[in-house]
């Protein structure tokens, strides 16, 4: 849908993972996650439900999250429901997004803080 | 309810229990048990779990029981495990480490009484499908004899 080049890992709607993902390349996101993700690039769509933080350089959001956001560029889309803090370089919310939690700006040449885990490396710039 | 097929990529592990509608096509990691309608155990997957689907293709590796209506081992599988299913493929050159038993076509496995008189024995490429799917409920996913309750009518 938002992302689809090809390669990458597709959670398809219907389909519920119970526990952490992590990934070295893009996911998109259809289904329902319980559970930490980590990747580089993560989209969180329309249909999707995530329960438990979400860690990953570029995080794009459409769907519900419920839990923290680490990342360098976060983007809540029109759609996104995001209950709980957002940790990031850049964020943009799109008119009719709803996001109940505190946007916090890491400075870029701060050293990560423990709760990061290295998961956002202080790279670009 | 969406049948869409899922994608699990080389790069991705996943930690814990995944239960689809649909169907995985997995080349990435799981370590946990999988309930899905069909999985596709692609050539860089590892799987480390038990699989309840009507229909397993396994091409690599596999540490964990499997039971499906119809499960093929091709010729580059490595299972370790046990086997529960109505039909069973293996290709020349797979190895597999287990038990393999089949299900009755009521879905009751072999040690069960003798079965009635019209369940004579069948080849096993008569289409399954017909069958009513199994129904994915529980997230818990334990092989113990209760389970067999979902594969029968």
């Not at chain 1, 939690?101 to 998961?119: K, M, N, T």
């Not at chain 2, 010729?75 to 293996?90: C, F, M, N, R, W």
Request: proline share 5%; with cysteine; glycine share 10%.
């Amino acid at each position: 849908m938002l992302l689809n080049r090809g390669r990458g890992t597709v959670i398809a709607e219907g389909l519920k993972i119970v526990g952490n993902v992590t990934a070295e390349g893009p996911v998109e996101i259809h289904g329902d996650i319980e559970g930490e993700v980590r990747g580089t690039s993560l989209v969180v769509s329309r249909q999707a439900q995530i329960k438990g933080p979400l860690i990953a350089n570029d995080v794009t959001v459409d769907g519900s999250v419920n839990g923290e956001i680490h990342g360098t560029n976060v983007v809540l889309k029109s759609q996104a429901r995001v209950v709980g803090d957002i940790h990031h370089q850049s964020l943009t919310v799109e008119r009719g997004a709803r996001f109940d939690g505190r946007s916090i700006h890491e400075a870029v040449q701060a050293p990560p803080s423990p709760s990061l885990d290295g998961a956002a490396p202080p790279s670009r710039l | 309810v969406s049948s869409a097929i899922s994608t699990i990529d080389r790069d991705l592990l996943i930690t814990g229990n995944v239960a689809s509608k649909g169907e995985i096509h997995l080349d990435g990691a799981i370590r946990g048990d999988v309930e899905c309608v069909a999985l596709m155990l692609g050539d860089n997957s590892r799987l480390e779990g038990s699989v309840v689907a009507e229909e397993v293709v396994i091409r690599v590796h596999l540490v964990g029981s499997v039971r499906a209506l119809r499960v093929s081992l091709q010729s580059s599988a490595h299972v370790e495990g046990d086997v529960i299913h109505q039909s069973l493929t293996v290709e020349q050159g797979a190895f597999f480490d287990g038990k393999s038993t089949k299900l009755r076509d009521d879905g009751s496995s072999n040690q069960k009484s003798p079965p009635p008189v019209e369940a004579e024995p069948k080849p096993d490429h008569e289409p399954l499908a017909t069958k009513s799917p199994i129904e994915v409920r529980s997230p818990g996913l334990g092989l113990d004899e209760s389970r067999l309750v979902t594969w029968r009518r």
